[in-house]
């Protein structure tokens, strides 16, 4: 089982600024099959990313990922007041893992 | 528009079978993978496994000796079930498109496991 760990746990942030979230696994994630999600209370969460750098479809052009292998990043560009949620990071090229999230909260 | 909705009983007992069934509703069960995922109540996401239309399936192994997904084409359905339930499956239980990445997602309903 690939283990994903997310960092960091919390991230304190003002509306504008720059996110950035990091997803290292325990061994390399096979094709970057690699997905980020957001999740506000009470929502199931919502698809942002895949294949480590894609995004899904009607994400706003602030969302951006990257890494491949071990290494992957979620990078917010300038934070909107929408945007403060608990991100997940999923790998999805063997038998499908999640991280423990990082709660991206206003500063 | 596609559209999943999850259903089921809210409350199972100690060492029962939960049962939830997801409807879905603009696409046909026949094309993607139908995955479960839950969420323990203040805590993070949980694959549970997903299956193809073909009926093949994939189940984390932590869960495999205790979990069946199965699916109905005629009514457009899938469902899981999760035998000798402990407290400590007490979850959100999503149903989502998708094996790997999950564009599309139920609400997700809250199961309670207590006596």
């Known amino acids: 089982e690939i283990v994903l760990t997310q960092s960091p746990g919390t991230l304190s942030l003002s509306p504008g600024e720059r996110a950035t979230l990091s997803c290292r696994a325990s061994q390399s994630v096979s094709g970057s099959y690699l997905a980020w999600y957001q999740q506000k209370p009470g929502q199931a969460p919502r698809l942002l990313i895949y294949r480590a750098s894609s995004r899904a479809t009607g994400i706003p052009d602030r969302f951006s990922g990257s890494g491949s292998g071990t290494d992957f990043t979620l990078t917010i560009s300038r934070l909107e007041p929408e945007d403060f949620a608990v991100y997940y990071c999923q790998q999805y090229g063997s038998s499908p893992t999640f991280g423990g999230g990082t709660k991206v909260e206003i500063k | 528009q596609v559209q999943l909705q999850e259903s089921g009983p809210g409350l199972v007992k100690p060492s029962e079978t939960l049962s939830l069934t997801c409807i879905v509703s603009g696409v046909s069960i026949r094309t993607y993978y139908w995955s479960w995922i839950r969420q323990p109540p203040g805590k993070g996401l949980e694959w549970i496994g997903y299956i193809y239309y073909s009926g093949s399936t994939n189940y984390n192994p932590s869960l495999n000796s205790r979990v069946t997904i199965s699916l109905d084409t005629s009514k457009n359905q899938f469902s899981l079930n999760l035998s000798s339930v402990t407290a400590a499956d007490t979850a959100v239980y999503y149903c989502?498109?998708?094996?790997?990445?999950?564009?599309?997602w139920g609400q997700g309903t809250l199961v309670t496991v207590s006596s």
């Open positions: 989502a498109s998708g094996g790997g990445k999950h564009d599309y």
